[in-house]
């Protein structure tokens, strides 16, 4: 049982008791797949498309559970989030959904789609700059001030569990059509979706090997795992996956991913905007970078990816703006060609 | 019963026979919501996001359906089809399943990626000139060469029956949901999903008011449907909905959509990429711009669409250029900041 939800790690049956807490909220979203990649990689690719869920990205899972737990008499004081954008949207809408208020602390460069659609939630948004600012720092004064809860975007035991509850459909809706995945390739960023998706695996899909897939020079996750303990990236790093830019695998999650983490894959931004691209053409789906890390990790070192049936691709988010999106397709329709 | 395909409407019957014949080879693809663009339109919209099909879109389940009423013995000489794209695909990938020859006869201006995705499902492609050639002229004279199978892309009433499983599912999805549609809109070219989309409602679903959408300048459903006889577009005329170019509403099909389409709504270019866009933003979906002219005519023309109630609106593909989608994605962007 959860009794503090920054030490205390969840068990399963809190991803059950979140996916109880997220019926009519989250969708349950689709397991897709297509002919044209399974080709390309040589065996059964499947995709968990969490770009195609409520506020385009996973994260609403976890913000609307967390915020079931927060006591009655502190819910009209509100909720307070940092985010790069896509935490944002998912905490802005459970809070709109709930009726109380949200600020959301954003770098001053996130995309402004995710910036325009956190507004959209009704949610009032503080911008940082993220080179010289704290955003934990200037999150602990508003809620210091105001009262509101912090929902932290991963280092929290039921924002952990709500995320896994995308793994457990994947894994319930590959029971039904009678498909064991050997493997599974998910984003991490602090590491909230990976964690989530180790616990699920360890209970409910043993054989399946977990990889985490990370941007090149923010691959904090893998480096960590290789040296068994928490390493940072180096500050100043850019990528265009803005929505895996923590700078270090998250206290909560860490131990969970460790134990459970087969390997860490790293990728470059060509390598994400050919896998954006193919996800355009194959797919026909919106993938934002940092949704794409896993597919692109998937293509780019597939001989390291554990064996050769069945494969799990999380894609965990389409907020991605008109331009940026526009750019990908250039360049990977460009690299198709040659 | 169906006895000549060509010349007997398909019933009821023929739509589930059609379900189960394409149980292991069509996806049930989802159906799919938005919370900005309920907002947006002010009433509940549900897509069929056909976009997500096997091939890119909803054709494959006519061109499969079809195949499996081929004679056994004609089956070795293979299919021969006349498609500026989605069809091509439909029936090559059907044709591949079945390990036999497909020729399709495909204009010289069709999307690169119709044409290349066709001759990757093996098939053989012969271009023609769309302003100079009659492309039924050459399916048949290949036909008779051959003594391949034509798969005619709507005036077939397997065809239709095939076709029309999508909006079957879209019905049953949304008993489940319990949601019942005041209106259904629906794109045509020759009218083959439409007019299974009428059987369908008629059966199923009495109080779904079934309206036809179109380009403009390629409006012959509506104008055909107003004059109460099958008018032919006037040649030469553009649009960027490239798989919406059929001349006229089809014989077999026309008959059935008389009956039960109640009004017809033409769509601009503009208003297709608009559409683009948004499903882009709110749906992470890609669309191609005959599979948004349903939705095109929802946003551009509400106050036509019949009740204020949830509406269904048919995505009916998803195979698109990059170039020609990044420029959607331009103009939707500027004239959402307008």
Known sequence: ?????????????????????????????????????????????????????????????????????IPPAELPRGVVAYSSGNHAQGVASAAQ???????????????????????????????????SESREAIGEEIQSRTGATLIRPFDDAWVIAGQATATLEAIEDADELGVQFDAMLCPASGGGLLAGAAIVLAERSKQTALHVAEPQGHD?????????????????????????????????????????????????????????YTSFRCLKLVVEPGGAVAFAALRSQSASVAGDGPVLVMLSGGNVDAALFSDALAIGAAAERT
């Open 97 to 131: 959904r709930l009726g109380i208020p949200a600020t959301i602390v954003m770098p001053a460069d996130a995309p402004a789609a995710k910036r325009i659609a956190t507004e959209g939630y009704g949610a009032l948004v503080v911008l940082y700059d993220r080179s």
């Open 220 to 276: 904090d996750h893998l480096r960590s795992l290789e040296q068994g303990v928490v390493v940072e990236n180096a500050p100043g790093f850019r990528s265009i996956a803005d929505a895996l830019l923590a700078p270090q695998p998250g206290n909560l999650t860490f131990p969970i991913t460790r134990r459970h983490v087969r390997s860490g894959l790293a990728v470059s931004d060509t390598d994400i905007q050919r896998a954006m």
């Open 1 to 69: 049982m959860i009794v503090d939800p920054q030490t205390d790690p969840p068990a399963f049956q809190d991803v059950l008791d979140a996916r109880e807490a997220l019926r009519h909220v989250a969708y349950r979203t689709p397991l897709l797949r297509s002919d044209d990649i399974d080709r390309e990689l040589g065996r059964p690719v499947w995709f968990k498309t969490e770009c195609l869920q409520r506020t385009g990205s996973f994260k609403v899972r976890g913000a609307w559970n967390r915020c079931q737990h």
